[in-house]
């Protein structure tokens, strides 16, 4: 009976890691969940981009009113081909947009935004990085949506373009419109 129950226990983890991978199957790869939605956005005070007219970005910004904070870089090959998205968007949402500019030298972020256009109301210098862990940032770019409470509704990992906005951007900030 001993030796049965030994050669039916790889059998049953071999049935059960099968079961696990059959269900990751149908699992969207792209999505990484984030442990803050529905938590208050991070404490956090960043100073203004050396060079750059706009204001710096601290958490007392995003109470009272929906908004979405986009995390960038001028090194970040996605965020250059993001930044049409977001500056054709920014007017359009309805919205403030706030940046996080991710482990950039001034001159470098204040020459992206100079060649592609600002669309952030306010961008933060978050040039170790804390900042952007706080907020659970896996790399660059991401996109929240935060509600007027000051609470993360929403997370995009990637780039996005016309169809994220459309499916994704769109309807979270209107959920979170809904939430006030």
């Given at each position: 009976?001993?030796?049965?129950?030994?050669?039916?226990?790889?059998?049953?983890?071999?049935?059960?890691?099968?079961?696990?991978?059959?269900?990751?199957?149908?699992?969207?790869?792209?999505?990484?969940?984030?442990?803050?939605?529905?938590?208050p956005?991070?404490?956090?005070?960043?100073?203004?981009?050396?060079?750059?007219?706009?204001?710096?970005?601290?958490t007392?910004?995003?109470?009272?009113?929906?908004?979405?904070?986009?995390?960038?870089?001028s090194?970040?090959?996605?965020?250059?081909?993001?930044?049409?998205?977001?500056?054709?968007?920014?007017?359009?949402?309805?919205?403030?947009?706030?940046?996080?500019?991710?482990?950039?030298?001034?001159?470098?972020?204040k020459?992206?935004?100079?060649?592609?256009?600002n669309?952030?109301?306010?961008?933060?210098?978050?040039?170790?990085?804390?900042a952007?862990?706080?907020?659970?940032?896996?790399?660059?770019?991401?996109?929240f949506?935060?509600?007027?409470?000051?609470?993360?509704?929403?997370?995009?990992?990637?780039?996005?373009?016309?169809?994220?906005?459309?499916?994704?951007?769109?309807?979270?900030?209107?959920?979170?419109?809904?939430?006030?």
């Amino acid at each position: 009976m001993r030796r049965v129950a030994l050669l039916a226990l790889p059998l049953l983890v071999l049935v059960a890691l099968v079961g696990i991978f059959a269900v990751s199957l149908n699992r969207d790869p792209s999505y990484i969940p984030s442990v803050l939605i529905n938590k208050p956005a991070p404490d956090f005070a960043l100073p203004p981009v050396a060079g750059l007219a706009a204001p710096g970005f601290d958490t007392d910004a995003l109470k009272g009113h929906v908004s979405v904070v986009n995390v960038f870089a001028s090194w970040c090959v996605p965020c250059r081909d993001e930044h049409p998205v977001l500056m054709s968007i920014k007017d359009q949402i309805g919205v403030p947009i706030f940046g996080i500019n991710q482990k950039d030298k001034p001159d470098n972020a204040k020459a992206f935004l100079d060649e592609l256009g600002n669309p952030y109301a306010a961008i933060g210098s978050d040039s170790n990085g804390r900042a952007s862990i706080d907020w659970g940032v896996y790399g660059v770019p991401e996109t929240f949506v935060v509600n007027a409470k000051g609470i993360i509704a929403y997370k995009i990992v990637g780039p996005m373009d016309a169809d994220t906005v459309k499916t994704q951007l769109i309807p979270a900030i209107e959920k979170a419109k809904a939430q006030t």
